[in-house]
């Protein structure tokens, strides 16, 4: 079964699992998850921990031990396995179904990983394991579920923040969930009554943003302009190079291209099953394909050889303006970009 990290203290609440898969990509939740689940196995009598790194040296027979060494005198355990980045392949899938039937009520199965992807989801392993625990995703929160985010930890913390408040405090802190949640204990430290506005924030607050690369091609694919310029003006300032933007972005210009080549043959949802594009990104190239034509596209890519060029080849001029231009040309429907020109 499947809960979200927010929900994870209110199952632990009704009772504990024999396993618990955690897999996302953000750090706080995660560790967040795994204290949560180390708490309530406590309050029930699991006091020893073993933590394996699952790599080429690992030795499973130690894992193993940890669920045949029990008597009447040994503790209840907790064994936690990290998977690496890379993922699970057929050696550790094996592994993994070995432990699935060894399980039992004295040792609690915790296994870490970085986010699923639908192969890993459907694999026997992963269905074996959920059957006897829970999976809890541990995903970074996007810019639409970040203000809700914002107002359940307020929620936790006493705070009563106001509209604008939450929303600022979701801006400055988006992809940053360890600084959001340093700056709210500050606040509830600042503030005892728990009201938070603007005032108070831009008092006792500076920005915590953390963008990506991948921030800009999401805002880039959905056409919010003035976001996409936000996020290029903090990637230059942290010293990103241009080259891994522009690199980023040709691989979604050629996708986009073969997908709008195909548009007048395929429905776009074929389209998508056949390039594996995932639910939650579907709605963004449906944004993209709808408002950039196949010649546009062609511009497009044009206008990023001459950044990549610029980037290459002219050390004294800065491609940042045109990487601007670019995100700009790229975001704005063709009676806009008219309208400009």
Same mark, same amino acid.
């Given at each position: 079964m499947r809960i979200f990290a927010e929900r994870l203290a209110e199952q632990l609440d009704k009772s504990l699992k024999s396993v618990y898969l955690i897999f996302g990509n953000e750090p706080l939740l995660i560790q967040e998850s795994r204290l949560a689940i180390q708490k309530a196995a406590l309050r029930q009598g699991f006091e020893e921990r073993h933590r394996f790194a699952v790599d080429a040296s690992l030795n499973?027979?130690?894992?193993?031990?940890? +669920?045949?060494?029990?008597?009447?005198?040994?503790? #209840?355990?907790? %064994?936690?396995?990290?998977?690496?980045?890379?993922? %699970?392949? @057929?050696?550790?899938?094996?592994?993994?179904?070995?432990?699935?039937?060894?399980?039992h009520p004295d040792t609690l199965l915790v296994v870490v990983g970085s986010k699923l992807n639908k192969a890993q989801e459907n694999a026997k392993w992963f269905k074996t394991l959920t059957q006897h625990g829970h999976w809890v995703s541990c995903q970074t929160p996007d810019m639409a579920r970040?203000?809700? +985010?914002?107002?359940?930890?307020?929620? $936790?913390?006493?705070?009563?923040?106001?509209?604008? @408040?939450?929303?600022?405090? @979701? $801006?400055? /802190?988006?992809?940053?969930? +360890? *600084?959001?949640?340093?700056?709210?204990?500050?606040? *509830?430290?600042?503030?005892?009554?728990? %009201?938070?506005?603007?005032? #108070?924030?831009? !008092?006792?607050?500076?920005?915590?943003? /953390?963008?990506?690369?991948?921030?800009?091609?999401? *805002?880039?694919?959905?056409?919010?302009?003035? #976001?996409?310029?936000?996020?290029?003006?903090?990637? *230059? @300032? !942290?010293? %990103?190079?241009?080259?891994?933007?522009? #690199?980023?972005?040709?691989? !979604?210009?050629?996708?986009?291209?073969k997908m709008q080549a195909l548009s007048a043959q395929l429905p776009l949802n074929a389209i998508f099953e056949q390039h594996k594009v995932w639910p939650n990104k579907r709605p963004l190239y449906h944004a993209a394909l709808t408002r950039l034509t196949y010649q546009r596209l062609q511009r497009l890519l044009q206008l990023l050889t001459q950044v990549e060029l610029l980037a290459k080849t002219q050390y004294e001029q800065s491609e940042w303006p045109l990487l601007h231009q670019l995100s700009l040309e790229m975001c704005l429907p063709d009676a806009e970009l008219a309208c400009k020109a």
């Open positions: 499973w027979n130690e894992v193993y031990d940890c +669920f045949q060494a029990l008597s009447l005198f040994s503790s #209840r355990q907790i %064994v936690e396995l990290e998977l690496p980045e890379t993922g %699970v392949n @057929a050696a550790i899938a094996s592994e993994l179904l070995t432990l699935s039937s060894m399980l970040l203000p809700q +985010f914002v107002q359940s930890r307020c929620r $936790q913390l006493g705070l009563k923040p106001d509209q604008q @408040a939450v929303q600022m405090l @979701a $801006q400055w /802190h988006e992809g940053n969930l +360890f *600084a959001l949640v340093q700056s709210l204990e500050k606040l *509830a430290l600042l503030y005892p009554d728990g %009201v938070l506005n603007l005032v #108070r924030l831009e !008092e006792s607050l500076s920005r915590h943003n /953390h963008f990506t690369p991948f921030h800009w091609i999401d *805002a880039l694919l959905e056409g919010k302009a003035n #976001r996409c310029q936000k996020i290029l003006r903090q990637l *230059a @300032a !942290e010293g %990103v190079e241009s080259v891994i933007l522009l #690199r980023s972005l040709q691989k !979604e210009l050629m996708l986009l291209l």
